[in-house]
């Protein structure tokens, strides 16, 4: 996928699918990814960078308890809640 010359971030970060920010934001943004609602799986990368040990597991810790439950995502052997802006 060849980013335009000129793109601004936020364009570039759109056109490579990529979503970040605090895990509000992640959620929303993923809750209207109309694709996403029809996802069988998802990857998250915490930290595409060297960053510290606890960095990354803080990114675990709220991707794992905050954003995937939002999107429907439970634990093997838990009832998932309804996902934020998709199907359940």
Not at 14 to 20: E, P, S
Not at 70 to 77: C, E, I, N, S
Request: hydrophobic share 50%.
């Amino acid at each position: 996928m060849e980013i335009p010359s000129g793109a601004t971030t936020a364009q570039a970060l759109a056109i490579l699918d990529v979503h970040i920010g605090t895990p509000d934001e992640v959620i929303a943004q993923l809750a209207s990814d109309a694709v996403l609602r029809e996802a069988s799986d998802i990857v998250f990368q915490a930290h595409p960078v060297d960053p510290a040990h606890e960095l990354v597991v803080r990114s675990i810790q709220l991707i794992a308890g905050t954003v995937a439950p939002a999107l429907g995502w439970a634990p093997a052997g838990a009832r998932a809640a309804a996902p934020v802006g998709g199907r359940g």
